[in-house]
């Protein structure tokens, strides 16, 4: 199997490295470069477990090949938090205990982040909508739903 040369900036860092030509960046993240956050639920692009955002857009690292992150900017849910500093949503996450298991946590925050990046003022149902992708085997979306809709009025309220 052929090697890929990829030069790329992962979570504001330039990264190279070389895949397999029919390696998922998922793989890469997980199994080349030691970023475990993001989960493989499904392989499919069903669950949203992998969530990744690629120069802006929320992807799921299962469907996109690693050649193709040449030239991108990823983020992921190690990128999130600042060292200690946890994002907001992380933190209303915890507080609010909108997680169980977490196999499907750091989707759900990187899909909220990518929602809160492109619509800081969403409204309920397009919380809902947006995060759609996003499947939990171990608990409600209440609390989900809830943690982003506070964050995005946090986040409104410091932009003042």
Same mark, same amino acid.
């Given at each position: 199997m052929s090697k890929t040369h990829v030069t790329t900036t992962i979570n504001g860092e330039p990264v190279e490295f070389?895949?397999?030509?029919?390696?998922?960046?998922?793989?890469?993240?997980?199994?080349?470069?030691g970023l475990t956050?993001?989960?493989e639920g499904c392989g499919s692009g069903d669950c949203g477990a992998c969530s *990744?955002?690629?120069? @802006?857009? /929320? +992807?799921?690292?299962c469907l996109m090949l690693g050649a193709e992150a040449e030239g991108c900017r990823i983020e992921t849910i190690e990128g999130m938090a600042a060292g200690d500093h946890l994002h907001p949503l992380q933190k209303r996450f915890v507080e609010m205990a909108?997680?169980?298991?977490? *196999?499907?946590?750091? @989707?759900? /925050? +990187?899909?909220?982040?990518?929602?809160?990046?492109?619509n800081p003022n969403p409204t309920e149902t397009e919380v809902r909508y947006w995060l759609a992708g996003n499947?939990?085997?171990?608990?409600g979306y209440d609390k989900i739903i809830r943690a982003v809709m506070d964050v995005?009025?946090?986040?409104?309220?410091t932009a003042r």
């Amino acid at each position: 199997m052929s090697k890929t040369h990829v030069t790329t900036t992962i979570n504001g860092e330039p990264v190279e490295f070389l895949c397999d030509t029919s390696q998922t960046v998922l793989d890469v993240l997980r199994d080349q470069l030691g970023l475990t956050g993001s989960k493989e639920g499904c392989g499919s692009g069903d669950c949203g477990a992998c969530s *990744i955002i690629v120069d @802006g857009r /929320l +992807v799921c690292g299962c469907l996109m090949l690693g050649a193709e992150a040449e030239g991108c900017r990823i983020e992921t849910i190690e990128g999130m938090a600042a060292g200690d500093h946890l994002h907001p949503l992380q933190k209303r996450f915890v507080e609010m205990a909108a997680l169980q298991c977490g *196999i499907c946590t750091p @989707g759900f /925050l +990187v899909a909220s982040k990518a929602l809160l990046d492109r619509n800081p003022n969403p409204t309920e149902t397009e919380v809902r909508y947006w995060l759609a992708g996003n499947l939990c085997r171990c608990t409600g979306y209440d609390k989900i739903i809830r943690a982003v809709m506070d964050v995005a009025a946090e986040l409104r309220e410091t932009a003042r």
